[in-house]
């Protein structure tokens, strides 16, 4: 007998009922042939879209096929050779059995035999296709002919093969069922995602790189997965953050933020586990901490690349067994938090240098989601434009009515080192400034000078200033810049808060760390 064509459109072989047993000459051929070698394989293949259920498994690593056969031998060997090839089994001796797992599972794929004990291929098609309408079926038979695969095809079958078969032959056609199961909840994905807009009230987002990001949003916010968002100061990680919390199933619940940077080291670990009364000079009264605050909601943990190593370690333990205790407590309090932590630093580079902890990191970055610069989504800017202009136009008491084509260019061609919260600064202060019913090119007052990202040529120490006061001199334009925040400043040099804290204290600016 010749080999089966697996593309299905051919069959070889006696058409008449054949007994399932064994012929020494087909198991001379073929080295790994299954126990009934005049089997014969109808694939039905139906180009149809795949049904809820099968969304669902697909989406895990693994693929589920139901092999329903009444040969316990046969049965064996499929569950065997299947289960090895990455597939999920589900195995019923008979058609009814098999229905009811199709009913309770979600099935990718059906295996069947064509002759089962009291239903034929044909009626258990049927039966099939009445409990999951677009589940592919793969059907063996002794008892095949032309006639009935045309029938099958007849029944929703785009395809089949027969043939007695060899593992590795069954093997390649379940394998191929898969692929194009993946391939078109791929494609389906796909369109979908391409059709759609994701719509954010405050968010400007019509970019693709921006839409992308929304995606990632859209995708994560229903789960509990911690997110990892990175991007640039003033990309708007803070917005995105917000974004899931709203989507996601804790919406109603609170949204809780903290700054990691602004907040005095001693104080981080108070500020986020709370303390008991007593447990430090100044603990008048117990006080719960972040943690507890966000019970059922999510907790933004803002600049995490800037938490202490000792804060680190603690929060590698929230993060594994979500528990804790207040400082100076011992009663352990579990929370059900889910986390959203935000960095515009390298934490790569960060856990090279050894000052963030590796495996916190790897908790931390379940779900990474980098927002991407202002000039890689330069689009977007008329809409941010429009956008501030509607929240700051109120605000100036004037009757702005727009920004001009000239503004407009003048704003695109920029490199944005500040990112949106530099665009919405300079829109507030022409806002603020312009003069008439139209805000022109000349009321927008860009900082040109050499930033990070822009091409300006590199220049050298002023003349006659050493390294050490030109570096000072960063420092206090950095201040005068972020109007004396900080925390800012040290994002503005690329410093974290204490690095700034250590310099400030060199050139004799006080630092009080109360102040954020
Ligand atoms: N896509 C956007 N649409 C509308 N407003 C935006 C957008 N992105 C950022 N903003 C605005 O820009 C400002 C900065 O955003 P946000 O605070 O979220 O940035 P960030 O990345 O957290 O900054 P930082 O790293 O400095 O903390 C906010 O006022 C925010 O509302
Ligand atoms: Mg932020």
Redo the contacts with the bound molecule.
């Keep these: 007998m010749d080999r089966p064509d697996f593309t299905g459109r051919e069959f070889h072989g006696a058409a008449e009922p054949q007994p399932k047993n064994l012929t020494t000459k087909t198991r001379r051929r073929e080295e790994i042939l299954c126990d009934s070698s005049r089997l014969r394989v109808f694939v039905v293949n139906r180009i149809s879209l795949w049904g809820r259920k099968s969304e669902r498994s697909s989406k895990s690593a693994m693929a589920s096929v139901l092999i329903v056969e009444d040969e316990p031998k046969m049965l064996r060997l499929l569950e065997l050779n299947l289960g090895e090839e990455g597939w999920t089994t589900f195995s019923a001796g008979d058609a009814e059995t098999g229905l009811k797992i199709l009913g309770r599972e979600a099935i990718d794929l059906v295996l069947s035999d064509f002759k089962l004990p009291g239903m034929n291929g044909l009626e258990f098609l049927d039966a099939i296709h009445r409990v999951n309408a677009e589940v592919p079926v793969v059907l063996m038979t002794a008892y095949g002919s032309v006639e009935t695969a045309v029938e099958a095809m007849k029944k929703g079958a785009s395809n089949y093969v027969l043939k007695p078969f060899s593992l590795e032959e069954i093997k390649l056609v379940v394998r191929k069922e898969r692929d194009a199961h993946r391939l078109r909840v791929e494609n389906r994905t796909l369109r979908e995602e391409l059709g759609r807009r994701y719509e954010y009230p405050?968010?400007?987002?019509r970019s693709a790189k921006?839409q992308e990001v929304l995606a990632a949003v859209e995708r994560v916010a229903p789960t509990n997965s911690t997110v990892l968002i990175g991007?640039e100061?003033?990309?708007?990680?803070?917005?995105i953050a917000r974004a899931i919390h709203q989507r996601s199933r804790r919406a109603s619940g609170p949204f809780v933020k903290i700054n990691c940077t602004a907040i005095p080291e001693n104080l981080l670990e108070s500020e986020l586990f709370g303390y008991e009364r007593g447990a430090f000079t100044g603990a008048t009264a117990t006080k719960p901490g972040k943690f507890e605050l966000a019970d059922k909601g999510s907790l933004f943990l803002?600049e995490i690349g800037d938490v202490p190593q000792i804060t680190q370690a603690k929060l590698l333990r929230v993060l594994q067994e979500r528990e804790f205790e207040r400082l100076g407590g011992t009663r352990t309090i579990k929370v059900d938090v889910r986390l959203v932590a935000?960095t515009?630093r390298d934490l790569r580079a960060a856990l090279e240098q050894g000052t963030f902890r590796e495996d916190l990191y790897y908790r931390l970055n379940v779900v990474p989601i980098d927002?991407p610069p202002l000039r890689e989504h330069a689009e977007d800017i008329p809409g941010?434009v429009e956008?501030f202009l509607a929240k700051y136009r109120g605000e100036s008491g004037k009757q702005i009515r727009g920004v001009t084509p000239q503004a407009i260019q003048l704003l695109a061609n920029f490199h944005w080192p500040g990112n949106?919260?530099e665009l919405?600064n300079i829109i507030e202060r022409a806002a603020a400034f312009a003069k008439g019913e139209w805000i022109e090119a000349g009321d927008i007052h860009l900082d040109t000078g050499p930033a990070k990202g822009s091409n300006a040529p590199m220049g050298f120490l002023p003349p006659g200033m050493t390294l050490d006061q030109w570096e000072d001199e960063m420092i206090r334009e950095a201040l005068r810049r972020s109007g004396g925040n900080k925390s800012q400043a040290a994002?503005l040099l690329g410093l974290s808060r204490n690095a700034l804290r250590y310099r400030l204290s060199k050139i004799g600016i006080a630092d009080d760390p109360e102040m954020p």
Excluded at 202 to 205: H, R, S, T
Excluded at 233 to 239: A, D, I, M, Q, T
Aim: proline content about 0%.
């Design positions: 405050n968010l400007v987002a921006m991007g100061s003033g990309v708007g990680k803070e917005l803002d935000a515009n927002v941010l956008h949106v919260r919405e994002r």
